[in-house]
């Protein structure tokens, strides 16, 4: 993943430049997202250039550097072109670039990370490119553990991250791929889901037992292709096993399961119920 370049004076200009730039277009409105996919990077390549923590060759660097004016001519008021930014802006640093600031430091690519993690490379090239958001507390434990590992076998020092599972954040999980492993993680308490086709799409919302739910679903033919169901997300609502907990957390998921779905309107391709056909939509 990391080569080793040389930093001169040019590039620690550019560096620096380029870092500038990526912080007024985010003063003004701009994602770590929306810059990504301009400039063909993951998220978290983004926030490391940002940082000034990512070298790249003077090309690449160069290359970057026009595409982001172009961003800022296009994206920033003409008067503000040019000077300090006004707007302090902080780095977006989520799990996926932690993860990706640590497979750096080791110069280990992805798909190499995840055979020595024991996951499958989609799991792991989820979270890096920001897509799995919030990846679930076993996946994150054989992460961090297996980075620890590496870390002591190369000697490179690897920055800790809090794994705590007990927040409210904790009990939402979004861009999960839907394999078994990453199934079997998931609570057999009370909530709602959605499963997404390859392109993020949602086809089918539901509510129920999480795990029970996904796992009756996993099993037949029309979830079997990832144009159907490739990523899944989850909202934990039941706290507690005692039928007060139980009664409530079924009534607010058959609420939002209603809301979600009138949301997602036609692109729900497998339950048709809640929704609407807003083709025919006189408003």
Known sequence: MARKIQQTTE???????????????????????????NLQ??????????????????????????????????????????GTIIHEVKPEYNFGTWLYDQ?????ITPIEFAAEATLSYQTINLIVTGLTSNP?????????????????????????????????EERLFIGIPYLKNEIDQTPDLIGIY??????????????????????DHSDRIAFASDKVAATFSYYQIQIGQDEKAKTEANRQAKLWEKILTKFAGNTVLLNIQNTEDLSRSTD
């Open 103 to 107: 497979l750096t430091k080791l110069e």
């Open 136 to 168: 679930q507390f076993r996946t994150k434990n054989l992460i961090n553990t297996t980075l620890d590992r590496l870390g002591k076998e190369r000697k490179k020092k690897i920055d800790k991250i809090d794994l705590n599972e007990t927040t409210d």
């Open 41 to 82: 990077l993951y998220q978290p390549e983004v926030s490391q250039l940002f940082r000034k923590v990512r070298l790249l060759k003077i090309d690449r660097f160069k290359e970057i550097e026009k595409i982001l004016k172009k961003l800022v001519e296009e994206n920033v008021n003409p008067t503000e072109q040019t």
């Open 11 to 37: 590039i620690k200009n550019i560096q620096d430049n380029v870092s500038d730039l990526i912080g007024k277009l985010l003063s003004f409105g701009l994602t770590q997202d929306d810059l990504a996919e």
């Open 194 to 215: 959605a499963i997404h086709d390859k392109r993020g799409y949602p086809t089918y919302i539901g509510k129920g037992k999480i795990k029970t739910r996904l796992k």
